[in-house]
């Protein structure tokens, strides 16, 4: 299949829709401006002033720019007929961590191969729309988004064995960042500091707070397994306690052959890492051979480096971590059971493999969005959609005409082998206006040594919103699992006599606008997908994971100084008391945004509306996919009103699991 790397197909039609946007442009600019000016803005201290000042100025100019727009969208529409529904953009990376190397890491032997995916609803909207939402300037919020998403995945990996005499099991994991990447794209070496944000303290064996042991290195006969830059750095603390088992954990002393944690600054701007792969035992608890995966850290560079607090040396560069948190703790201990991790992260995982988006609406700020993430991702589609009447017609009280594409975006470290989109049909009232759908992708994520592709594939929608149309979101849900199934047929280029791909995994993830816990979502929460998809943080219809947390903001609280940063937001969803103010909960049971201090008769963790589904079935008949960690990222507070999720998953043969 062919990937489509322009909008149309020849420069001619290229040129005539450039001239005919630029026509249009300003009277959509200005009617943004116009209505934007109506929706509070919390930051503008004189909002009537600003009505007052800059109406006319804007209606005026409206009306000026008319004639041309309508000039402009008379070439405009007609040319929506040969536009394609995606736009596919590689910026090639020749470094040890570009996609083209990655693939040569993985064979479909011997140990297994863990890729990490992450959605996210990021309400890149107009910015009048997006003031609905209490989420303001687009433009920038874009540019700072990408920032965030590409500086926490990039980040390398730093793991940290704490042992004690008493205890000879892992007591925390932490990642950190020896490296920042600048704004030129380079990664430098920063100072930074261990920044504790929770009250447990650890001590190694010196008998030191782990405070001093950050600032004066590891006491006397506490290891150091540490690299340069390019390497993960595994430090071991403390060696006390008898027995073979103290202090033994097997990736700190078998770290896989050439350093599998590689995080590759020096080999390029992106600062890119391999996956980390480790599988032992039961990682659901503290007390397992596999510690969870914390809070990653953040690494700061010059003058805003500075916390005051000590600074921790891996060798020669010091970063800045924070450790295990109570109530995560907690969490873990009462689900000792759960066969992989799971915590509220302030920071994306470090090597996501794979992002999908939502509501990428605006198309200035999918380009600013694409050029930011292409600092890490190698391989984009962006712009995915139709607009005016094109192929997407409406029949139940929807409007036939689309204004907005499907805001679908995604980025990909692996190659991308095929592309396609299908536009729902049966969107109704203000949804009808944008061309929700679904966008489906495979990927090629490595060889065997005969030859034969390992590939996965990964769906990523946004269905229908308004909360009272279930059977709307049922059919849609019905057409997705039927073009998925036809999209795996049209590029399987293989048979089962003669396999020529070998299939690792199968994901569906996006904003499906229904959760597992209202009376209202009855429907959704039976539906067909979730039998033949697993979803990681639920038990069964109605019923959610104990440690699974809404990813719906409450608006209102978006902007809270509680809630102002990462950190901030990961504490309060911590607790109990913090969810029931900031997340939203069913409608059903809501007794309204105004009324928060009723808010404490609610029960549940919130509306968890974004998914990340992965398939048992339809893989390579000798692999296995199993979740190795999922996580919920506060990373983008005060930039939209959901929280991202991830998924860690480990694809691995039968025979490899003992």
Same mark, same amino acid.
């Given at each position: 299949?062919?990937?489509?790397?322009?909008?149309?197909?020849?420069?001619?039609?290229?040129?005539?829709?450039?001239?005919?946007?630029?026509?249009?442009?300003?009277?959509?600019?200005?009617?943004?401006?116009?209505?934007?000016?109506?929706?509070?803005?919390?930051?503008?201290?004189?909002?009537?002033?600003?009505?007052?000042?800059?109406?006319?100025?804007?209606?005026?100019?409206?009306?000026?720019?008319?004639?041309?727009?309508?000039?402009?969208?008379?070439?405009?529409?007609?040319?929506?007929?040969?536009?394609?529904?995606?736009?596919?953009?590689?910026?090639?990376?020749?470094?040890?961590?570009?996609?083209?190397?990655?693939?040569?890491?993985?064979?479909?032997?011997?140990?297994?191969?863990?890729?990490?995916?992450?959605?996210?609803?990021?309400?890149?909207?107009?910015?009048?729309?997006?003031?609905?939402?209490?989420?303001?300037?687009?433009?920038?919020?874009?540019?700072?988004?990408?920032?965030?998403?590409?500086?926490?995945?990039?980040?390398?990996?730093?793991?940290?064995?704490?042992?004690?005499?008493?205890?000879?099991?892992?007591?925390?994991?932490?990642?950190?960042?020896?490296?920042?990447?600048?704004?030129?794209?380079?990664?430098?070496?920063?100072?930074?500091?261990?920044?504790?944000?929770?009250?447990?303290?650890?001590?190694?064996?010196?008998?030191?707070?782990?405070?001093?042991?950050?600032?004066?290195?590891?006491?006397?006969?506490?290891?150091?397994?540490?690299?340069?830059?390019?390497?993960?750095?595994?430090?071991?603390?403390?060696?006390?306690?008898?027995?073979?088992?103290?202090?033994?954990?097997?990736?700190?002393?078998?770290?896989?052959?050439?350093?599998?944690?590689?995080?590759?600054?020096?080999?390029?701007?992106?600062?890119?890492?391999?996956?980390?792969?480790?599988?032992?035992?039961?990682?659901?608890?503290?007390?397992?051979?596999?510690?969870?995966?914390?809070?990653?850290?953040?690494?700061?560079?010059?003058?805003?480096?500075?916390?005051?607090?000590?600074?921790?040396?891996?060798?020669?560069?010091?970063?800045?971590?924070?450790?295990?948190?109570?109530?995560?703790?907690?969490?873990?201990?009462?689900?000792?059971?759960?066969?992989?991790?799971?915590?509220?992260?302030?920071?994306?995982?470090?090597?996501?493999?794979?992002?999908?988006?939502?509501?990428?609406?605006?198309?200035?700020?999918?380009?600013?969005?694409?050029?930011?993430?292409?600092?890490?991702?190698?391989?984009?589609?962006?712009?995915?959609?139709?607009?005016?009447?094109?192929?997407?017609?409406?029949? %139940?009280?929807?409007?036939?005409?689309?204004?907005?594409?499907?805001?679908?975006?995604?980025?990909?470290?692996?190659?991308?082998?095929?592309?396609?989109?299908?536009?729902?049909?049966?969107?109704?009232?203000?949804?009808?206006?944008?061309?929700?759908?679904?966008?489906?992708?495979?990927?090629?994520?490595?060889?065997?040594?005969?030859?034969?592709?390992?590939?996965?594939?990964?769906?990523?929608?946004?269905?229908?919103?308004?909360?009272?149309?279930?059977?709307?979101?049922?059919?849609?849900?019905?057409?997705?699992?039927?073009?998925?199934?036809?999209? %795996?047929?049209?590029?399987?280029?293989?048979?089962?006599?003669?396999?020529?791909?070998?299939?690792?995994?199968?994901?569906?993830?996006?904003?499906?606008?229904?959760?597992?816990?209202?009376?209202?979502?009855?429907?959704?929460?039976?539906?067909?997908?979730?039998?033949?998809?697993?979803?990681?943080?639920?038990?069964?219809?109605?019923?959610?994971?104990?440690?699974?947390?809404?990813?719906?903001?409450?608006?209102?609280?978006?902007?809270?100084?509680?809630?102002?940063?990462?950190?901030?937001?990961?504490?309060?969803?911590?607790?109990?008391?913090?969810?029931?103010?900031?997340?939203?909960?069913?409608?059903?049971?809501?007794?309204?945004?105004?009324?928060?201090? %009723?808010?404490?008769?609610?029960?549940?963790?919130?509306?968890?509306?974004?998914?990340?589904?992965?398939?048992?079935?339809?893989?390579?008949?000798?692999?296995?996919?199993?979740?190795?960690?999922?996580?919920?990222?506060?990373?983008?507070?005060?930039?939209?009103?959901?929280?991202?999720?991830?998924?860690?998953?480990?694809?691995?043969?039968?025979?490899?699991?003992?």
């Amino acid at each position: 299949m062919v990937l489509y790397t322009t909008p149309f197909p020849n420069s001619c039609l290229s040129a005539l829709h450039a001239v005919s946007w630029a026509l249009i442009f300003p009277c959509y600019w200005l009617l943004d401006r116009l209505l934007a000016l109506f929706i509070p803005d919390p930051c503008q201290k004189s909002q009537l002033l600003c009505v007052l000042l800059f109406m006319p100025i804007y209606l005026g100019l409206l009306v000026t720019s008319l004639p041309f727009a309508f000039l402009g969208f008379l070439f405009w529409c007609p040319l929506q007929c040969s536009r394609r529904p995606y736009v596919y953009s590689r910026l090639e990376d020749k470094s040890p961590a570009g996609g083209a190397a990655l693939l040569s890491e993985w064979k479909g032997t011997g140990p297994g191969k863990s890729f990490c995916f992450a959605t996210a609803n990021i309400c890149l909207l107009p910015d009048s729309l997006a003031r609905l939402n209490n989420v303001f300037n687009t433009q920038a919020r874009a540019r700072e988004i990408g920032h965030r998403i590409r500086n926490g995945a990039s980040r390398p990996q730093i793991k940290i064995y704490i042992d004690s005499p008493t205890n000879t099991s892992i007591s925390a994991a932490s990642f950190s960042s020896l490296v920042s990447p600048q704004g030129d794209g380079t990664a430098r070496a920063v100072p930074g500091s261990i920044k504790r944000t929770a009250s447990v303290e650890y001590k190694g064996n010196s008998g030191r707070p782990p405070s001093d042991e950050a600032a004066n290195g590891p006491a006397s006969g506490d290891s150091v397994d540490c690299g340069s830059l390019e390497n993960a750095c595994i430090v071991r603390i403390g060696g006390g306690g008898s027995g073979d088992e103290a202090g033994r954990h097997p990736e700190a002393e078998d770290p896989a052959p050439g350093g599998q944690a590689r995080n590759g600054a020096g080999g390029g701007p992106r600062g890119q890492t391999p996956n980390h792969s480790q599988r032992d035992g039961d990682s659901g608890s503290l007390g397992s051979p596999s510690a969870s995966r914390e809070s990653l850290v953040k690494a700061r560079a010059g003058p805003d480096g500075g916390s005051g607090e000590p600074a921790a040396a891996c060798g020669k560069a010091p970063h800045k971590a924070s450790v295990v948190k109570k109530a995560a703790a907690a969490r873990r201990r009462r689900h000792p059971d759960e066969a992989f991790d799971h915590e509220i992260s302030a920071f994306f995982p470090a090597n996501v493999d794979f992002l999908c988006l939502q509501e990428v609406f605006d198309k200035r700020a999918a380009s600013t969005l694409k050029d930011q993430l292409h600092g890490y991702f190698e391989y984009i589609v962006y712009d995915v959609g139709i607009y005016g009447c094109q192929g997407c017609c409406c029949c %139940r009280g929807g409007c036939c005409f689309k204004c907005l594409n499907s805001g679908l975006f995604f980025a990909s470290r692996y190659p991308v082998m095929d592309v396609a989109y299908h536009c729902y049909p049966n969107g109704r009232g203000s949804d009808s206006l944008a061309s929700k759908g679904a966008l489906f992708l495979k990927v090629q994520v490595g060889s065997t040594p005969q030859d034969q592709r390992i590939v996965g594939y990964i769906t990523c929608t946004h269905l229908h919103a308004l909360e009272d149309d279930s059977a709307i979101r049922c059919e849609q849900l019905d057409m997705l699992l039927e073009w998925l199934a036809d999209f %795996r047929k049209s590029t399987s280029s293989s048979s089962t006599a003669n396999p020529e791909e070998l299939v690792a995994f199968d994901i569906v993830c996006g904003d499906l606008n229904f959760d597992n816990c209202s009376s209202d979502d009855k429907l959704e929460q039976q539906h067909s997908l979730f039998t033949r998809y697993k979803d990681p943080c639920r038990l069964g219809p109605g019923e959610e994971k104990p440690w699974a947390i809404g990813t719906l903001l409450d608006t209102d609280g978006l902007h809270d100084e509680d809630v102002s940063t990462p950190e901030n937001l990961q504490k309060v969803l911590e607790s109990e008391e913090g969810r029931r103010e900031y997340l939203a909960f069913p409608s059903s049971k809501s007794p309204g945004a105004c009324q928060k201090g %009723r808010k404490d008769m609610l029960k549940g963790n919130g509306r968890r509306i974004d998914y990340m589904l992965y398939a048992e079935e339809g893989l390579c008949p000798d692999w296995k996919a199993e979740v190795e960690e999922f996580s919920f990222i506060t990373q983008l507070s005060g930039l939209t009103d959901h929280l991202p999720v991830a998924m860690r998953l480990m694809v691995s043969s039968g025979d490899e699991e003992a």
